[in-house]
Nanobody
Framework: QVQLVESGGGLVQAGGSLRLSCAVS????????MGWYRQAPGKQRELVAS???????NYVDSVKGRFTISRDNAKNTVYLQMNSLKPEDTAVYYC????????WGQGTQVTVSS
């Protein structure tokens, strides 16, 4: 059973930066495309960034140029570098396979103050 453990969230002022990490248990990590998802209060969970097993990336328009997804297959970890944060980025952030295929982890809260 795959387990996902997200970390790195916190409270930051608008314009600030955070780096999220997601540790994935199991040896299947390197073969799977991975994604970072977020869910804001009262909204549906959305995919904001994804990375294939070979490193190709894709972003939702609202984060393009500000967020960078990366992965370290040796560490079974996927990262999300978030720069120029905006209050509308406030959400609980989760990682999962892209498309979703595993049980969700606990997520990590990101709060951006104006």
């Amino acid at each position: 059973q795959v387990q996902l453990v997200e970390s790195g969230g916190g409270l930051v002022q608008a314009g600030g930066s955070l780096r999220l990490s997601c540790a994935v248990s199991g040896s299947i990590f390197s073969f799977n495309a991975m994604g970072w998802y977020r869910q804001a209060p009262g909204k549906q969970r959305e995919l904001v960034a994804s990375i294939t097993s070979s490193g190709s990336t894709n972003y939702v328009d609202s984060v393009k140029g500000r967020f960078t997804i990366s992965r370290d297959n040796a560490k079974n970890t996927v990262y999300l570098q978030m720069n120029s944060l905006k209050p509308e980025d406030t959400a609980v952030y989760y990682c999962n396979r892209a498309p979703v295929g595993w049980d969700w982890g606990q997520g990590t809260q990101v709060t951006v103050s104006s």
